[in-house]
């Protein structure tokens, strides 16, 4: 027979931009269906975790906390704001879900290797911040 493990996600989908500027905020959202025979309860412990490599902290955070209880046979969204990496360059997002102190457990969701460009320029000054009075008027 075939048991169902207690703790087990299935990833559903999940929605972020391919390409992002360095230094920038952008929102993310991940959804899993538990497909376990446990409740995942965000005071045992339950959250979406980076991956590529486990647990990194490569947008900012390495953990996202549970929109609320979710019983099994229910779907998580998480919802939730990203910093891309300072550099340009290639960086992996991927995600998880953890029970901490338990481990990692079910699907890893699609690994996606996000364009990473170089920050915007910081706005130019305006002629009167200068610090130089205007003449000419």
Do not use: C, E
């Amino acid at each position: 027979a075939i048991t169902t493990p207690a703790d087990n996600a299935a990833f559903v989908s999940q929605s972020f931009l391919s390409s992002m500027a360095a230094g920038q905020t952008y929102d993310v959202t991940v959804s899993f269906k538990n497909n376990g025979t446990t409740a995942w309860d965000p005071g045992a412990g339950y959250f979406l975790a980076s991956a590529a490599p486990d647990d990194n902290t490569t947008w900012g955070m390495n953990r996202v906390t549970l929109p609320g209880p979710i019983a099994p046979g229910d779907t998580a969204t998480f919802r939730f704001n990203v910093t891309a990496p300072a550099a340009a360059g290639t960086a992996n997002m991927q995600g998880r879900m953890i029970q901490d102190g338990v481990g990692l457990f079910g699907d890893t969701t699609p690994n996606v290797a996000v364009s990473i460009t170089a920050p915007p320029p910081p706005p130019k000054p305006h002629p009167a911040a200068s610090g130089r009075p205007h003449r000419g008027w």
